[in-house]
């Protein structure tokens, strides 16, 4: 398959990781990122996919790698890791003695070593390499905090949209663009830039061309709540050309934060960068507390019974 060639379609039904385990889910969307998502995201086909059976507050952006064909190939591979982990969990009292031994992958030498492998390792070569793909997929979830003051923001937030019945006033000044280059400047023009190392200094322009562009795939699918959907549909329609990142601000770049400790958990990045993925992240929204009575809407605008209408439909 041609790397600018997407394996899967939309509307298909696939297998798809989540931790070590795989899960039916049905592909919303399908795209071809670039070398502008190497941050945070592996170049090539992405798919925004929806588990069965799990709320939409689960559906997520997948690189092509963590989706198997719905096939009996994709099924004995599901059944493989799920005996897998069921090994894994069952209790050391319920082994008899002739499997409390560990499992002979550190054994080197030894006829043993073929013999207690045989079946395990044609089984990984049949499912190319489960122990790796699980090791890949099961890393620890990348924690963001957010801050207390920001918290207390995020309540009022889902208070004035789903119990009052209010919206966010589009388009925002300052936008995300706007403000994310806001904070670009702002560090390079304070002493943080010389407190930080080489490299992190080096990042900072891709990590908030990386946010930037993660915004704007995430908005429609992940940041709103439902009764902002007719707004967000309308801003599309007025704007088909724009990017929701010169639309959108404060609010819903907050919410991308409190969702993105899941989604770069599972980049490819290596550990440093995802170290100082995380410090920028953190000092963002610490310099949005700084300036929270600029940057945040003060009121939000009442809608009316036409809108309210509409949107329950």
């Given at each position: 398959?041609?790397?600018?060639?997407?394996?899967?379609?939309?509307?298909?039904?696939?297998?798809?990781?989540?931790?070590?385990?795989?899960?039916?889910?049905?592909?919303?969307?399908?795209?071809?990122?670039?070398?502008?998502?190497?941050?945070?995201?592996?170049?090539?086909?992405?798919?925004?996919?929806?588990?069965?059976?799990?709320?939409?507050?689960?559906?997520?952006?997948?690189?092509?790698?963590?989706?198997?064909?719905?096939?009996?190939?994709?099924?004995?591979?599901?059944?493989?890791?799920?005996?897998?982990?069921?090994?894994k969990n069952?209790?050391?009292?319920?082994?008899?003695?002739?499997?409390a031994?560990?499992?002979?992958?550190?054994?080197?030498?030894?006829?043993?070593?073929?013999?207690?492998?045989?079946?395990?390792?044609?089984?990984?070569?049949?499912?190319?390499?489960?122990?790796?793909?699980?090791?890949?997929?099961?890393?620890?979830?990348?924690?963001?905090?957010?801050?207390e003051?920001?918290?207390?923001?995020?309540?009022d937030?889902?208070?004035?949209?789903?119990?009052?019945?209010?919206?966010?006033?589009?388009?925002?000044?300052?936008?995300?663009?706007?403000?994310?280059?806001?904070?670009?400047?702002?560090?390079?023009?304070?002493?943080?830039?010389?407190?930080?190392?080489?490299?992190?200094?080096?990042?900072?322009?891709?990590?908030?061309s990386g946010?930037?562009?993660?915004?704007?795939?995430?908005?429609?699918n992940?940041?709103?709540?439902?009764f902002?959907?007719?707004?967000?549909?309308?801003?599309?329609?007025?704007?088909?050309?724009?990017?929701m990142?010169?639309?959108?601000?404060a609010?819903?770049?907050?919410?991308l934060?409190?969702?993105?400790?899941?989604?770069?958990?599972?980049?490819n990045?290596?550990?440093?960068?995802?170290?100082?993925?995380?410090?920028?992240i953190?000092?963002?929204?610490?310099?949005?507390?700084?300036?929270?009575?600029?940057?945040?809407v003060?009121?939000?605008?009442a809608?009316?019974?036409?809108?309210?209408?509409?949107?329950?439909?």
């Open positions: 398959m041609s790397g600018s060639m997407n394996q899967f379609t939309n509307d298909e039904y696939v297998l798809a990781y989540h931790g070590p385990l795989l899960y039916e889910a049905r592909i919303i969307l399908a795209e071809n990122w670039d070398e502008n998502n190497t941050l945070l995201g592996t170049v090539g086909p992405h798919y925004f996919i929806h588990y069965k059976g799990w709320k939409q507050t689960w559906d997520e952006w997948v690189p092509e790698q963590r989706l198997l064909k719905l096939n009996e190939a994709g099924f004995a591979k599901r059944r493989a890791l799920l005996d897998a982990q069921a090994k069952r209790p050391p009292s319920a082994a008899g003695s002739s499997t031994s560990p499992a002979p992958a550190t054994t080197t030498t030894g006829k043993g070593k073929e013999k207690g492998k045989k079946g395990e390792s044609k089984k990984r070569s049949r499912e190319s390499g489960v122990d790796t793909e699980a090791a890949y997929f099961n890393r620890p979830e990348v924690k963001i905090v957010i801050p003051i920001l918290k207390l923001q995020l309540v937030d889902w208070e004035n949209v789903t119990k009052n019945n209010q919206l966010v006033t589009l388009p925002r000044k300052p936008n995300v663009r706007e403000l994310l280059e806001e904070y670009r400047q702002y560090v390079n023009n304070t002493k943080k830039a010389q407190e930080r190392s080489a490299r992190a200094t080096s990042l900072l322009s891709e990590i908030i946010i930037t562009l993660y915004f704007d795939k995430a908005l429609g992940n940041l709103l709540y439902r902002e959907r007719a707004q967000y549909v309308e801003q599309k329609r007025q704007n088909p050309d724009k990017p990142s010169e639309i959108y601000g609010e819903h770049l907050l919410r934060f409190v969702n993105f400790g899941p989604f770069i958990a599972y980049t990045i290596d550990t440093e960068s995802l170290n100082i993925l995380r410090e920028y953190n000092d963002i929204m610490k310099w949005m507390i700084k300036e929270q009575k600029r940057l945040f003060k009121e939000y605008e809608t009316s019974t036409h809108y309210q209408n509409m949107s329950r439909t």
